[in-house]
């Protein structure tokens, strides 16, 4: 049974979630082991998919520093009021 795209996102979102400060991550980080977790549940287009969908929903954004990353939204210090 194929995964849906919001199981993808959600399971993202905690890859990236857990790897905030430690590592950044890449598209294709992500891509590459989702396929590796879910199999042939999901695919590379799946993926594209559901990556979209953390950025579209502001669950997570890109960042640029030398390549393309996702992080979760930063919070600017004067935000934190």
Same mark, same amino acid.
């Given at each position: 049974?194929?995964? #849906?795209? @919001?199981?993808?996102?959600?399971?993202?979102? !905690?890859?990236?979630? @857990? $790897?905030?400060? *430690?590592?950044?991550?890449?598209?294709?980080?992500?891509?590459? $082991?989702?396929?590796?977790?879910? =199999? @042939?549940?999901?695919?590379?287009?799946? %993926?594209?998919?559901?990556?979209?969908?953390?950025? !579209? !929903?502001?669950? %997570? *954004?890109?960042?640029?520093?030398?390549? #393309?990353?996702?992080?979760?939204?930063?919070?600017? =210090?004067? $935000? !934190?009021?």
């Amino acid at each position: 049974m194929a995964k #849906s795209i @919001e199981e993808v996102a959600d399971a993202m979102f !905690n890859m990236v979630k @857990e $790897a905030q400060g *430690v590592k950044k991550l890449k598209p294709m980080d992500l891509i590459k $082991a989702m396929i590796q977790i879910y =199999g @042939e549940e999901v695919d590379k287009k799946l %993926c594209k998919m559901a990556i979209k969908e953390l950025i !579209n !929903n502001g669950r %997570c *954004v890109y960042t640029y520093f030398g390549g #393309s990353f996702i992080e979760l939204p930063h919070r600017e =210090g004067a $935000a !934190n009021d």
